[in-house]
């Protein structure tokens, strides 16, 4: 494992010039819930196909002690998704080269999707250059800055796709992200390492699509037409085929992926799947058509196709000449756009040869969708045309004449007046005398009853008995009565149901040519009299009702009264529009709006708050620089350039829907197949040890009173999106800082840190009488996530101490210094700035990172010169540069000057001297003045004190005296004898 890692480090700090062009191509790729899956991206450097990442645990880093890293993969032709994995903080490390994706199949309208990751910090995508076709698509990822630094024109080619798609991401709002990109000289960027690659700073040849590492085209790291033998071509050499749009094939290879071969002037020789427009199919060639195309179409040997989706429907795209039957029966609602979608598909068809046949094409309002059809060549066996039960059918062709061979039915189409059918009778070149009505004996042959055609009413009774034995959220099961027939095999029912908000409806109330809101009908054999009606909305009330009908008897038939049933409630959807506002340094204000599908009453709201702590990694040294404000990307409208001709309501409406399809598209992608479920998916422990971590989507479903309990892993109405962010939130609580419950769609939140990133979850909740407090959450919906920050606080950054000290062996001082205790989010770095004061100039300030000051506690200046100093500090914090310090004082001398003794002992010697001058002269001033005052000649006479003690005096030896100094009496020395 050691030596694997050791590799993956390696490979990602390859640079971009270490890789050939050489390809190693992958298939699509779906990395779900186990990291391990990651290895199978090993070594590919192009995906023909997607890309979905989808780890759901949070207890995976994709860093350490992982690291894991694909420099190879360098292009995706089709898409991208990112999909709730919290643990990745940025996709830099993961695909550092990743330089194209192309859009060839999107998801939704787009090629890139970034959705509902927790932790991710940025995008990282350095090496992306270019998005050949679709958009950008991001929401949800509470904490992703670095959005709008990046010059997403640059980076996407088709301008109807820009801009990019951002909801609920940190960067959404201004002042909660500080996206700087002040190491790449203001221009834009990934992230705070990582500037974007412009078109203008890559050298390379014309045939690359993102960077090369020369500027030959064997050095691309991707192709912008196609690639072949290690290098790009703008076309593919000689009697080779170009595929997916990108690289050279042969025949062979192409008709061995069941392809078609086509020669196209503007672009050459292509493999494809389907003939282009102009292009009809000739074995395995696809050639120009003489004029308008005449495509035949032939079903698979079939002389019939049965048409009952638009999938299938969309397999008469570009027929002219219909070489069968048609058999549509369309009962399934559909968009309001379902006219124009047939007529696109339809209205190319000239020739059926064969019958026609509508049933139960409820959108259907009239036949004008075959704007072009002229001949249906029925017969005996095949009915010509046979239109029966279009409850909205209410014209035929208006403006056309079509020739109908073959004999007709038309019936039970309650809207479809009786002269219109005597008009299209007419037109096809048929009598009117041939109309003959279905109950009478004659033997022309068309059958068109008045009484079920234009009727509008039912003329059959109310006789079967119809009954609800099981309710889910989701789901009904109904049962019916059986019908008398003397000929049991001829009965057959249908079940009609819709939903409705009300229960007084009518059999042929509220139809609607756009489908919604329409009767969906689902039809039976004679045993059948049970059915569960799947697929239902939660806390919805349906109508329901059965027909009985025979076969060749119309009014043979029964039917039964409409019926009504409110499904259960199941979990409510996410909030919409959650937003938060700083109201100051220490509050949020946190609010939303209802669900869009409550799903049942939604009694109160869940939040739990997060503190999301700053990684200092991702915040280097910038002394001089401030936080580089990015506009706020607008949301994009409806696609086509419709977006200025767009009402307000109509746009929200479009977002809202166009959101709903796109997570359902992902969620269905993610989920395909069922609960994802990897029961033996190591997951690596420190680095050290494994553990087997068993990963379980889908844990709830509805019980009989409604609401949610826990189930067995391997229940079969599994939601298993809901229970994944159900576990997710479990396994994130350790790091949970507030919990709370409110029933109104606001909260404010006080006494909070200030400039602090904060992450809110905020779940819709049902409740029952006997719910158990502490298990709310079983009732609640999948959370909603947004991220919020506070302001800062002025006073925050403020350096609470410094001092200086000389340094004794050089020309410098060291300054230290405290950190304040509680900055702005966190302190970048520090600037120094000091000043001689003989000079009053105030130096440029220096730059000292928070890694170095953490090592030394503050700072040594050197290169000073002999003199008074003053210093003082400030701190950058991630909200502002902070404000200076109180001055501190030293004093440099010049160290360099060795004098011969010490130089305390050298002025100890001059003091002492001067002192011993000093007395000397003191004593000689004082012996002179006094030698002025004495006299020549003095006068010597026995003091009277001393007469009674000298009495014997002798003589001297000596005979003549001299005077020296006058004595005291006192002091006499004693006589000598």
């Known amino acids: 494992m050691a030596g694997r890692i050791f590799l993956i480090v390696i490979l990602a ?48 880093y994709f860093n350490e002690p992982h690291n894991y890293s694909f420099p190879e993969l360098r292009e995706i032709t089709d898409y991208l998704i990112l999909y709730r994995t919290p643990g990745l903080r940025s996709l830099a490390q993961l695909f550092p080269n990743l330089a194209v994706i192309r859009g060839r199949e999107l998801l939704g309208d787009y090629a890139l999707l970034i959705h509902e990751n927790q932790n991710l910090e940025d995008i990282g995508l350095s090496g992306l250059t270019e998005i050949q076709r679709g958009g950008v698509y991001l929401k949800l990822n509470p904490q992703l800055c670095y959005i709008r630094s990046v010059d997403w024109s640059e980076i996407v080619k088709l301008k109807s796709y820009l801009p990019p798609r951002s909801i609920g991401n940190k960067d959404d709002k201004d002042g909660l992200c500080l996206s700087d990109c002040n190491n790449c000289s203001g221009r834009d960027c990934w992230s705070v390492r990582q500037c974007q690659k412009k078109l203008s700073d890559r050298k390379c040849h014309s045939e690359c699509a993102g960077d090369c590492n020369g500027n030959t085209a064997a050095d691309c790291l991707a192709c912008r037409h196609v690639y072949h033998g290690g290098s790009c071509l703008e076309r593919c050499p000689r009697g080779l085929l170009k595929y997916l749009d990108r690289r050279c094939v042969d025949e062979s290879f192409c008709f061995n992926m069941s392809q078609l071969k ?215 099961q109904v049962s019916w009565s059986s019908i008398s027939y003397f000929d049991h095999r ?171 399809q796109l997570e359902d598209a992902v969620v269905n992608l993610v989920f395909r197949g069922g609960p994802i479920d990897k029961p033996s998916c190591p997951i690596a422990n420190g680095g050290a040890n494994t553990t087997s971590i068993n990963i379980t989507a889908g844990n709830t479903t509805g019980d009989r009173e409604g609401f949610r309990n826990t189930t067995t892993p391997n229940d079969p109405n599994v939601d298993p999106d809901r229970s994944e962010v159900t576990k997710y939130v479990q396994a994130q609580d350790k790091d949970l800082l507030y919990k709370f419950i409110v029933n109104t769609t606001f909260r404010l939140f006080t006494d909070m840190s200030h400039f602090t990133a904060y992450t809110f979850q905020i779940r819709a909740c049902h409740t029952s009488d006997n719910l158990d407090p502490q298990h709310k959450e079983d009732n609640c919906g999948d959370p909603t996530m947004i991220g919020g920050q506070t302001d800062m606080d002025a006073d ?83 909200a502002q540069i902070g404000p200076w310090s109180d001055w501190v004082y030293e004093v440099v001398v010049d160290t360099n000057v060795h004098p011969p003794f010490p130089l305390d002992a050298v002025i100890g010697a001059v003091v002492s001297a001067v002192v011993v001058i000093a007395i000397v002269v003191a004593v000689a001033v004082w012996y002179i003045r006094k030698k002025s005052q004495t006299p020549k000649n003095p006068d010597f006479s026995i003091n009277p004190a001393y007469a009674c003690k000298c009495q014997r005096v002798r003589s001297p030896p000596w005979t003549r005296l001299t005077f020296a100094a006058e004595l005291n009496p006192c002091s006499l020395v004693p006589p000598l004898l």
């Open 796 to 878: 925050a950054d403020v350096i609470p101490r410094l001092w200086a000290k000389r340094n004794e062996s050089a020309m410098a001082v060291t300054v230290w210094w405290d950190a304040p205790p509680k900055p702005n989010g966190l302190v970048r770095a520090f600037q120094i700035q000091f000043m001689k004061i003989s000079d009053g100039k105030e130096v440029k300030p220096t730059c000292v990172s928070y890694q170095d000051y953490a090592a030394r506690g503050g700072h040594v200046v050197e290169g000073l010169q002999v003199g008074n100093y003053s210093f003082h500090v400030r701190a950058l914090s991630l």
């Open 490 to 660: 001829r009965i057959m029912y249908v079940l009609f149901y819709r939903k409705t908000d009300r229960s007084n409806l009518t059999y042929f109330d509220d139809f609607s040519a756009c489908g919604g809101g329409q009767w969906i009908s689902v039809d039976f054999t004679p045993d059948e009299t049970t059915h569960v009606i799947q697929g239902l909305q939660p806390y919805t009330l349906y109508a329901f009702y059965v027909r009985g009908s025979v076969r060749g008897n119309n009014t043979a038939g029964e039917v039964s009264n409409i019926s009504y049933v409110l499904t259960k409630p199941d979990s409510p959807s996410l909030p919409e529009k959650p937003q938060v506002a700083s109201l100051a340094n220490n509050s949020l204000n946190v609010s939303w709006e209802k669900p869009a599908r409550e799903n049942g009453i939604v009694a109160f709201y869940l939040i739990k708050v997060y503190k999301q702590d700053y990684r200092r990694n991702n915040y280097e040294a910038d002394c001089y620089g401030s936080s580089t404000k990015r506009d706020p990307i607008p949301t994009p409208g409806p696609p086509g350039g419709e977006k200025a001709e767009c009402r307000a309501d109509t746009k929200k409406d479009f977002d809202t829907e166009h959101d709903i």
């Open 262 to 476: 086509v020669n196209r002037s503007s672009s050459g020789l292509e493999c494809v799947k389907d003939c282009p427009a102009e292009y009809e199919k000739n074995g395995s060639v696809c050639t120009p058509c003489d004029g308008p195309c005449k495509k035949v179409c032939v079903f698979d040997g079939t002389e019939k196709l049965e048409i009952e989706s638009t999938q299938k429907l969309a397999r008469l795209k570009g027929c002219t000449i219909v070489d069968g039957s048609l058999d549509i029966t369309l009962s399934r609602g559909v968009s309001e756009n379902f006219t124009q979608e047939l007529k696109s598909i339809l209205g190319s068809i000239e020739v059926i040869n064969g019958g026609l046949s509508i049933r139960r094409c409820f959108p259907l309002v009239s036949l004008d969708v075959f704007s072009k059809l002229r001949e249906i060549n029925g017969d005996k066996v095949s009915r010509g045309l046979y239109i029966v039960d279009n409850e909205n059918l209410q014209a035929l062709w208006s403006n056309q004449t079509v020739i109908i061979k073959g004999s007709m039915l038309i019936n039970g189409n309650h809207k479809l007046c009786n002269d219109k059918i005597v008009t299209m009778v007419i037109n096809a070149g048929r009598l009117e005398t041939e109309i003959n009505d279905i109950n009478t004996n004659s033997n022309t042959s068309i059958s068109a009853p008045k009484e079920t055609n234009g009727d509008q009413v039912s003329c059959m009774p109310a006789s079967i008995g119809v009954n609800t034995t099981h309710v889910e959220s989701n789901s009904i």
């Open 13 to 60: 700090s390859l640079p971009i010039g270490s890789l050939s062009l050489e390809e190693r191509v992958c298939s699509s790729r779906e990395i779900k819930n186990c990291p391990q899956e990651l290895e199978r991206l090993r070594n590919c450097t192009v995906i023909e196909g997607s890309l979905l990442i989808y780890i759901n645990n949070p207890n995976f």
